[in-house]
């Protein structure tokens, strides 16, 4: 089965930062937009950012904006999220999606992507 695997979480205190990346393995995904989403408990999983398929694209949740960062690395089938100035509402699991669908710019519901990683804990202290 094709994996996506997240890695980066962690404690930290609010006003610092984590970088999180994210490693596809079976497959390449350098056709295709992915997107970063978050859910706390008792929350519905939200978009967080989003790449599309080429990296000439981003896309961030008010929220976050200013703050996050995405990129991605194709040769390294690699995507990461650069959060620096965290919040303790930052605090969720922080999964990784890829879309199921070719070359699509920007892609925000979390319906539209076909395969997730298992998370990974982003805890933010006040």
């Known amino acids: 089965q094709v994996q996506l695997v997240e890695s980066g979480g962690g404690l930290v205190q609010a006003g610092g930062s984590l970088k999180l990346s994210c490693a596809a393995s079976?497959?390449?995904?350098?056709?295709?937009?992915m997107g970063w989403f978050r859910q706390a408990p008792g929350k519905e999983r939200e978009f967080v950012s989003g790449?599309?398929?080429?990296?000439?694209?981003?896309y961030y949740t008010d929220s976050v904006k200013g703050r996050f960062t995405i990129s991605r690395d194709n040769a390294k089938n690699t995507v990461y999220l650069q959060m620096n100035s965290l919040k303790p509402e930052d605090t969720a699991v922080y999964y990784c999606?890829?879309?199921?669908?070719?070359?699509?710019?920007?892609?925000?519901?979390?319906?539209?992507?076909?395969?997730w990683g298992q998370g990974t804990q982003v805890t933010v202290s006040s």
């Open positions: 790449i599309s398929w080429s990296g000439g694209s981003t």
């Open positions: 079976r497959r390449t995904f350098s056709n295709y937009a």
């Open positions: 999606a890829a879309d199921g669908i070719f070359r699509r710019v920007i892609v925000t519901a979390t319906t539209d992507f076909g395969y």
